[in-house]
């Protein structure tokens, strides 16, 4: 994944939807590799607008980038044990080492409240990938692409059509990083497992 900064004329129809389907399933089989770090469980997505595959525009609205929101309940206890915590960061720290990217990692406040960040900005195909750890044992993971040249509400036709979803095309509750990947709907047919979908 790269960023906007280019000669070459933005692309458009058939390949703007697959460049974005390459990115977008690149960023997220990385960003799921990461959460199974911590995790297989389901994880909260919490809003249908964090769910990850909405393009948003960016560069002065001359290129898209995606981003998503993950949130877990790590912690059995209202207070999650710092040994633990800080194990957790550094296991995070060093998959995104070995994967060749450069993370930071700091503590936000002192003491018993304090945040633990583990961070990496404008690289590997990302503008920010961050994962934070509370001191409730709650864990989020928040990523944002590298801006992609072309245009995102062109892209968001392309791939939703005058589907408006509202719940029932992309999951608005949980999904677990070991879930299936796809990209892209089929209005009418749901590409995930829900007990009621609703279109």
């Not at 089989?29 to 995790?39: K, P, T």
């Not at 909405?54 to 209202?78: E, K, V």
Request: proline share 7%; hydrophobic share 35%.
């Amino acid at each position: 994944m790269t960023g906007c900064d280019t000669d070459a004329p933005a692309p458009s129809g058939d390949a703007l939807y697959a460049d974005a389907e390459q990115t977008y399933l690149e960023y997220r089989e990385f960003v799921n590799g990461v959460q199974s770090v911590l995790s297989t469980d389901p994880w909260t997505i919490g809003q249908i607008g964090r769910y990850g595959m909405q393009p948003g525009s960016c560069d002065g609205d001359t290129g898209y980038q995606f981003d998503l929101g993950r949130t877990l309940q790590l912690g059995r206890t209202l207070q999650m044990d710092a040994a633990d915590r800080d194990a957790n960061a550094e296991a995070v720290t060093r998959h995104l080492e070995e994967a060749g990217l450069s993370p930071r990692q700091r503590t936000l406040g002192d003491g018993d409240k304090s945040l633990v960040q583990v961070a990496v900005r404008d690289e590997g195909g990302f503008e920010l990938l961050l994962v934070e750890f509370g001191y409730d044992g709650t864990v989020r993971v928040s990523a944002t692409t590298a801006c992609r040249p072309g245009d995102a509400l062109a892209l968001s036709d392309l791939i939703f059509g005058d589907v408006r979803f509202l719940g029932g095309y992309l999951p608005d509750d949980v999904e677990a990083p070991t879930d299936p990947l796809f990209f892209g709907i089929t209005p009418g047919d749901p590409q995930f497992v829900r007990e009621t979908p609703a279109p």
